[in-house]
Nanobody, 121 residues
Framework: QVQLVESGGGLVQAGGSLRLSCAAS????????MAWYRQTPGKQRELVAK???????NVADSVKGRFTISRDNAKNTVYLQMNSLKPEDTAVYYC???????????????WGQGTQVTVSS
């Protein structure tokens, strides 16, 4: 069993900053990658940023230059630093994990519960 616990969402004015955190725990042998997605009502969940075990990071064009993804391997935690926030960044943000389970080495995936980010104009 794998759990993802997210934190850091909230309400912020346009131009402000927020930092999201996602901590993974449970039967994890190794993490392949962690990512942040976001979703607004009536739309598909979209990839915001992804970081691999080798710390190769990619962010969506819509947030490039404003958002940064990073990870702390020792804590199995991924962060999303969001600067210069815009009203269109308002969404529920979800953490996503791809990892290998202990003992069986089975590939597993998991989603966090989601955290609301609201940017007011």
């Amino acid at each position: 069993q794998v759990q993802l616990v997210e934190s850091g969402g909230g309400l912020v004015q346009a131009g402000g900053s927020l930092r999201l955190s996602c901590a993974a725990s449970g039967s994890i042998f190794s993490i392949n990658s962690m990512a942040w997605y976001r979703q607004t009502p009536g739309k598909q969940r979209e990839l915001v940023a992804k970081i691999t075990s080798g710390s190769n990071a990619n962010v969506a064009d819509s947030v490039k230059g404003r958002f940064t993804i990073s990870r702390d391997n020792a804590k199995n935690t991924v962060y999303l630093q969001m600067n210069s926030l815009k009203p269109e960044d308002t969404a529920v943000y979800y953490c996503y994990l791809e990892a290998r389970r202990t003992v069986t080495m089975t590939l597993i995936t998991a989603w966090g519960q989601g955290t609301q980010v609201t940017v007011s104009s």
